[in-house]
């Protein structure tokens, strides 16, 4: 399958922290990707931006060495890895300090998008912005690329808006969650708005409940002082779960363009109803063997910060009325899942004698491992013996139905990245809706703290905590499974 690439216009991509973990890990190999598909203009230029006392030499050679050791299989073309490697260069800034940034003037060209990737800490986006305008090298037309954490709580998430709104205006501010840019997310919205089937039954006359899971193997690795003061909730739900959650349960834009997208999101986000301290579960896992406890991991024996969540809620508008939305999230889980499955209601009445069973259709959405969709259908058993009948699932694993073209396009960064390039914001949290997903969780935070609320306990390699199953098998439900 030929794939269609849509041309990218000359820029200018400076990162900011490029030096960085995150840089090294996942913005370069993913531009590379992006240079070896073709998708580079010849000339586009990316520009490293950090403390460390480096040249451009010295940063290809960090660069390089980053993407042999990150970039996976297709990378290892050196003679491409050279010429991706002529498009780098490097200007040594302190954002605090004014060292650096005229150099980085003289660097950065007129009449090509200018993109700016803020890959530091938080607390550096103010000085950032401030210097980026002061010294004229952002103009009107500049784009500004944010990492999450997008603030802590409401009011941080305000003050860093307002603080970019001083330099920047919305439509130049790119705020980056990368499970937006996932294969699949992107075709939730083609399953539901590019084909007639679904959208009938897209509502509490015909769902049953919705789950969303993303499970992960990893503990909290290297990041424990960081993650402690953070926790699942801040960390997961507030972003990536409540941006899923917004993409399956949204009303239809007029059109698939970054604000209508955006408007119709922040419309679920501000009629999701307070949840019932009763319908959320928190969690740490134990030590198991030689694996340390997450208390352990985190080097803090009292904490109370949860790297689990379970929690049911449920949205106040006339499609989804009544409709529970579960939603988890954990870490050193059973295995790594990423899922979106919505549960169809049973038909109520079987005329197949002797089946017992109250089938029920569901659509998984899988964002990862195997990027696909399958549909449970009930079909008969096959063989003699009358009409018994059977769930299976109609798979459709991107890769296997789709072949190369998945490969060459699967990393989220590497799309949102030349999205920025073109422009296109659709794939992008607006300010509203970071905020209004702030002051959803906050409450739920607030409320822990004021209990001091005790996460309960699981089984490294476990699906979590007891109580987190009982979520459902009070509701008459239970969880999908987290395969291992
Ligand atoms: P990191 O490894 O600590 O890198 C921080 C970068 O900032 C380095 O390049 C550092 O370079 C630079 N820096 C620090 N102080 C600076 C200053 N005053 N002026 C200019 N540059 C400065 O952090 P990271 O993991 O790459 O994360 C970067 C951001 O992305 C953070 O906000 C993080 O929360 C977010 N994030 C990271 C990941 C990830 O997987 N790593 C995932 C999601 C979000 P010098 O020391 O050379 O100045």
Redesign the pocket.
Known sequence: MVSRVIPVDQFDLVI????????R??ILPGLFRRFLSGQMPEGARVIG????DLDDAGFRDMIGQAIEEFGGEETADKDRLAAFLECIHYVA????GEGGWAQLKDLIRENVVRAFYF????S?FG?LAERLHGHGIADRNSRLVV???FGRDLETAKALNATLAEHFQEDQIYRID?YLGKETVQNLMAVRFGNILFEPLWNNHYVDHIQITVAETVGVGGRGG?YDKSGAMRDMVQNHLMQLLCLIAMEAPNQFEADAVRDEKLKVIRALQPVDFHHIVRGQYDARGDEPSYREDVENPRSHTECFVALKCQIANMRWSGVPFYLRTGKKLKGRTSEIAVVFKDLGHSIFEGDEKRHRNILAIRLQPNEGIDLQVTIKEPGPGGMRLIDVPLDMTFADALGDDVDEATDAYERLIMDVIRGNQTLFMRGDEVEAAWAWTDPIIEGWQTRNDVPKHYDIGSTGPEDAMMLLHRDGRRWREIKG
């Open positions: 900011f922290g490029g030096t960085g973990d995150l840089a890990r996942k931006a950090a403390r460390s800034v302190d954002a605090t890959s530091v800490a938080p550096l000085a990492e999450k954490p990368h960081y």
